[in-house]
């Protein structure tokens, strides 16, 4: 007869299953002590680190930079000051949040910093209506046909101010929690609480002019319902 160990509400009575319980935990040690082996490695200029960080983490850089400014054309450009961002500001990471909370914040940043600097400067020729549709040329009819839907999202999106945009993007694309936006943008929780209520209802009104997106209007319509009213106007904006 084999006898089981009980602990708190791990159970098990063979070392295999003891392995398997474990292994998940070892992972996820090594994971952040290599990545804080990284970092230190960084900011002693260790170029190889560098690369590594890079390397690890240009994917979500990337996907997020796409999904604050909605502009494929742009993605490079921005990733690659992001990443010279990263750079020079390594030496000052404390580790007092997350690396990747770090990260996220320095991206917005970069990526609000652009908007701003595009926003001072003289339009010679109206932008595209057709940003993500115009990479998509020569797809099937119903690939087409999401592009061209994912593209008219953004330029929803892109008539919200930059704060709302920043905490709808990090909330319902990134999925991050409120607490986890908050750090981010550096913010209070009820101030990011009330910046998507106020980004959802504003989407919502756009959004009666778009058809094609009556998918997202019956979402946001959802969400908005299970949404407590915020408490000021004055932390909307």
Sequence with gaps: MVATLHIGR?????????????APVAVKLRAVTDLTDLIERCKAGDGLAFREVFRNHRADVARLVLRMTGRPGDLEDLVQEVFLQVYRSIKDFRAEARFSTWLYRLTVNVVLMQRRAARSRPVLQPASDDSFGADARGLPDDQLSRARRVAAFYRLLDRLSDKKRAVFVLHELEGLSPSEVAKVVSAPVLTVRTRLFYARRELLEMLRDEPALEF???????????????????EST
Excluded: N, Y
């Design 10 to 22: 791990v159970s098990w009575s063979e070392p295999a299953t003891l392995d398997r319980q474990i």
């Design 216 to 234: 997202v209007a019956r979402e946001l319509r959802e969400e908005q319902t299970e949404s407590a009213e915020p408490l000021t106007e004055r």
